[in-house]
């Protein structure tokens, strides 16, 4: 009834295959993954912030008349173009300038309809070091998310080896109810020879046939339990119920190496990433008050409609200095520093609640290879005594009675053993888990 040793770490090929199906069906992990897609495209929609921005614009406009000078301006742009053409043909000054000499009109400022069509050029040239910590906060996050995912990568893990245990568990408890049952068959030839010959009665026949019911009673619950396990494994798993109907699990005792070294837990590593992006969202806030410098530029397509003050291209390059915005930016970088003492808090609460984890596994561990010494000698003294017992009942010095209780102590001692089996392997799990060693 003893299983081998094998080491914690070399999980079942079949239990390693349910795991990896059980990650990528798990909601909870897609929803970290999804969480650190969306970090990572944070910092591409950062980093983008330096690439110019490009827009082409187009317009119609219809105004309620054309803008021109007014009466006065206008006359005296003509009384100065009159002159300009006396001086370039020669006419003396006070002498009138004859009515056949065209005179060219007076254009609009801006003709009532407008048709624009144009392209702007913006590119910063300098973010005053907002975009750098805006990636770096992002990178970090980014982080946290993806360990996120890993513990909860542990979790389905840590579920589905339950799970299977008590599957295997289920199908151990089958094994010594066979055992048991076949003592039954046994008691029941010797019984029914004994009654043909005057040594047993009818009633300790009937005695032996209601521990066979309640056997079928045992079987049935084993067959209740096992589909109640498999329906468990096929939603964790996504896996065929045929499939894991097939399954037959074996509680293999598991070995525990006290000298494993402990690593940091990934709740721990997500923890710490997350303070490290309130640091760069705190430095970001703080570059608020850095000049940032940005490049703009504008071109006309279409000359025509410009009124005579619009310019056809223009380039320029722009300073912006925040010198006081009315203590928002010193009162939102007090808030993440209050956020960070608070996820610190929480590093700390973490690891402590982890190494009061790792001394209850071990102490778990060390009572359950206690719990199957004492059970071994347990199964060792209910067979010798139900050996003994059956041997007075041949000889008729005991009653069946005796017989069948001796039988269910055999039978309760064996299912004792794989149970602490069991314990032994959650225990182990339990410990590797808390370690951050537990490879799958």
């Known amino acids: 009834l003893v299983s081998p040793i094998t080491n914690a770490q070399q999980l079942d090929p079949i239990l390693l295959e349910l795991i990896q199906k059980?990650?990528?069906?798990?909601?909870?992990?897609?929803?970290?993954?999804?969480?650190?897609?969306?970090?990572?495209?944070?910092?591409?929609?950062?980093?983008?912030?330096?690439?110019?921005?490009?827009?082409?614009?187009?317009?119609?406009?219809?105004?309620?008349?054309?803008?021109?000078?007014?009466?006065?301006?206008?006359?005296?742009?003509?009384?100065?173009?009159?002159?300009?053409?006396?001086?370039?043909?020669?006419?003396?000054?006070?002498?009138?300038?004859?009515?056949?000499?065209?005179?060219?009109?007076?254009?609009?400022?801006?003709?009532?309809?407008?048709?624009?069509?144009?392209?702007?050029?913006?590119?910063?040239?300098?973010?005053?070091?907002?975009?750098?910590?805006?990636?770096?906060?992002?990178?970090?996050?980014?982080?946290?998310?993806?360990?996120l995912s890993l513990a909860e990568q542990d979790k389905v893990a840590l579920k589905i080896i339950e799970v299977y245990d008590q599957l295997a568990l289920v199908y151990a408890s089958k094994t010594a109810l066979t055992t048991t049952k076949s003592y039954l068959d046994e008691q029941t030839n010797f019984v029914t020879k004994a009654i043909k010959n005057g040594l047993a009665t009818p009633i300790d026949l009937k005695k032996i046939e209601l521990a066979q019911q309640q056997m079928a009673g045992k079987f049935l619950a084993f067959e209740q339990n096992k589909t109640l396990l498999i329906e468990v494994l096929h939603q964790l798993t996504n896996e065929d119920k045929s499939t894991l109907a097939l399954l037959h699990p074996k509680l293999n005792q598991f070995s525990n190496d006290t000298s494993s070294t402990i690593e940091k837990r990934n709740e721990i590593k997500a923890l710490e990433e997350v303070d490290q992006a309130l640091l760069y969202k705190s430095k970001m806030i703080k570059s608020n008050f850095i000049p940032k410098l940005a490049l703009q530029g504008h071109y006309e397509f279409l000359e025509d409609d410009l009124s005579?003050?619009?310019?056809?291209?223009?380039?320029?390059?722009?300073?912006?200095?925040?010198?006081?915005?009315?203590?928002?930016?010193?009162?939102?970088?007090?808030?993440?520093?209050?956020?960070?003492?608070?996820?610190?808090?929480?590093?700390?609460e973490a690891t402590e609640m982890i190494d009061l984890s790792i001394i209850k596994a071990e102490l778990d561990y060390k009572a359950s290879i206690q719990n199957a010494k004492i059970v071994e000698k347990e199964i060792e003294l209910a067979d010798e005594t139900y050996q003994l017992v059956q041997e007075q009942y041949t000889n008729n010095l005991t009653t069946i009675n005796n017989v069948l209780d001796a039988l269910k102590d055999v039978e309760q001692a064996n299912f004792k053993l794989q149970n602490s089996l069991y314990e032994q392997r959650r225990a182990v799990t339990e410990l590797h888990h808390a370690k951050g060693i537990l490879k799958y």
């Open 22 to 147: 059980g990650i990528n069906k798990s909601h909870a992990v897609s929803i970290r993954n999804s969480d650190a897609a969306l970090a990572q495209t944070d910092q591409k929609i950062a980093k983008a912030v330096y690439l110019p921005k490009v827009t082409l614009n187009g317009s119609f406009t219809r105004l309620n008349d054309d803008i021109t000078f007014g009466e006065d301006t206008e006359n005296l742009l003509l009384s100065t173009q009159k002159l300009l053409i006396k001086e370039a043909v020669g006419i003396p000054f006070n002498t009138p300038l004859p009515e056949s000499v065209p005179l060219t009109a007076v254009p609009n400022l801006q003709d009532k309809n407008i048709l624009k069509s144009s392209v702007d050029l913006n590119w910063v040239l300098f973010s005053g070091l907002t975009v750098h910590n805006a990636v770096k906060a992002s990178e970090h996050k980014e982080e946290s998310m993806n360990y």
């Open 308 to 348: 005579l003050l619009d310019p056809i291209w223009y380039v320029g390059v722009g300073v912006k200095w925040n010198i006081f915005d009315g203590n928002q930016t010193r009162l939102s970088s007090k808030k993440v520093v209050i956020e960070s003492d608070k996820y610190k808090s929480q590093i700390s």
